[in-house]
């Protein structure tokens, strides 16, 4: 099963600002599961969403509408219309250009949500083919058999072999008839979508040998032109902000009480068109290495579900937005620590980033200094859902490996690391 990430981005009518601030806090956020303006558990295609306002005077102030979801934008669209009609009509009625005459304005609305979507220029899918369906299934699975594990130890105290335990589990499935689904384990991706990315950047590394003639100088030009700029770029000393926003941010972040967190970021590109190619072909990069990441990491990070990186006003500004497991604090600790070289490559590109060296060295690695500067950039999220609160990216990839392996062949030793995996 396919996945698909973009985002619905609206101007907010200047006028209509504080009335949509207290929609998406008062009402959508403090009945997150049950308000009348956006059913999230109604959408069954919906792995993440999010919500949140982007209040500045440069730019006006926009809504941001985060989807994470399975399957066509088509399917999506319409399960989005069927189940939160009337809830869309009066977000959107907030927004600049709205023209829908009511919620039964089906087309009015599809049509003004086509308009403003915003796909990502790079992004990372941390349990790639596994739909919100089959993560709630496993992820069901891996219960009952936890359960029934438990009961046979205490009914069988005695030491038993591996093999033997695994297959009174395989018994236990094979005697429910609603567990048919189990034994029918599709592929994570289909051949075509794991070789194709493979092959692209393949492909791409092939070219860069061959045209390296003439991409050297290109690259010397860059370099030091790159330079140049960099022992220019301004360079805070301290975000006079910082302290007072952090207090919202972190309140929000410790109120989820689930095992994930969600981060948004709005950063403004260094002025000049050099800047803005240059993070064009980085993100362009970092969505080609992405896109052969199917071990749930990106960078050697183990905990992000879903994240994108979008150029968004004609380039002049670059929009991040992040589902991650974990605390803030680590999610930036494994940055720094595992991906330091990538981000940096990024965001070296946008305002008040701490000082860099070609590109990549430096940058993140002033951790004090990334870390004020992550917070100073950061966005409130005032909605936030996923639709598996308690799962983390390992959690489900582990789920998927005992649905997958149960009906396997294993000897011995592969049947006791199965049962490790409970």
């Not at 303006?37 to 730019?59: I, V």
């Not at 946008?350 to 950061?378: E, I, N, V």
């Not at 999220?381 to 490996?401: F, G, R």
């Amino acid at each position: 099963m396919a996945q698909m990430l973009l985002t619905f981005l609206t101007r907010v009518k200047p006028d209509k600002l504080d009335e949509l601030r207290g929609i998406l806090d008062n009402d959508i956020a403090a009945n997150l599961l049950d308000n009348p303006y956006l059913p999230f558990p109604s959408l069954t295609r919906l792995h993440f969403a999010s919500l949140f306002l982007d209040e500045g005077t440069t730019y006006g102030s926009y809504l941001v509408f985060e989807n994470n979801f399975d399957g066509p934008l088509d399917d999506y669209l319409a399960e989005l219309y069927t189940q939160a009609a009337p809830g869309l009509h009066r977000i959107y009625g907030c927004c600049l250009d709205y023209t829908a005459a009511s919620a039964a304005d089906r087309e009015g609305i599809l049509a003004y949500l086509r308009k403003h979507i915003v796909r990502p220029n790079a992004y990372h899918i941390g349990n790639p083919g596994r739909s919100v369906a089959r993560t709630l299934r496993e992820s069901g699975l891996r219960d009952r058999l936890e359960s029934f594990l438990d009961d046979f130890v205490r009914a069988e105290p005695s030491g038993q072999q591996p093999g033997l335990i695994r297959k009174k589990v395989q018994d236990f499935i094979r005697d429910e008839p609603e567990s048919a689904w189990v034994a029918q384990a599709e592929p994570r991706q289909t051949r075509r979508e794991w070789f194709t990315p493979r092959l692209k950047l393949g492909l791409l590394i092939v070219a860069a040998f061959l045209l390296l003639p003439i991409l050297i100088p290109v690259a010397i030009i860059w370099a030091v032109v790159l330079r140049y700029k960099e022992k220019r770029d301004p360079v805070p000393d301290k975000f006079d902000d910082i302290v007072r926003r952090v207090g919202g941010l972190v309140e929000r972040e410790d109120r989820t009480h689930v095992v994930q967190n969600h981060l948004a970021h709005m950063t403004v590109l260094k002025p000049g068109l050099f800047r803005r190619c240059t993070l064009w072909l980085v993100l362009w990069l970092v969505n080609f290495v992405a896109r052969t990441s199917d071990k749930g990491k990106l960078s050697g990070i183990p905990s992000i579900h879903y994240a994108h990186w979008s150029m968004i006003d004609n380039g002049r500004r670059l929009l991040f937005v992040s589902n991650f497991d974990g605390s803030w604090e680590n999610y930036l600790d494994d940055f720094i620590d595992k991906a330091s070289y990538g981000l940096t490559a990024v965001w070296s590109n946008t305002q008040h980033f701490p000082r860099t060296f070609f590109l990549f060295g430096q940058g993140a690695d002033d951790g004090s200094r990334f870390k004020a500067w992550a917070r100073d950039k950061q966005v409130y999220t005032n909605v936030w859902y996923c639709a598996y609160p308690s799962l983390t990216v390992e959690t489900i990839d582990n789920n998927s490996d005992i649905r997958e392996q149960l009906y396997a062949a294993a000897d011995e030793s592969a049947a006791r690391e199965w049962l490790w995996r409970f």
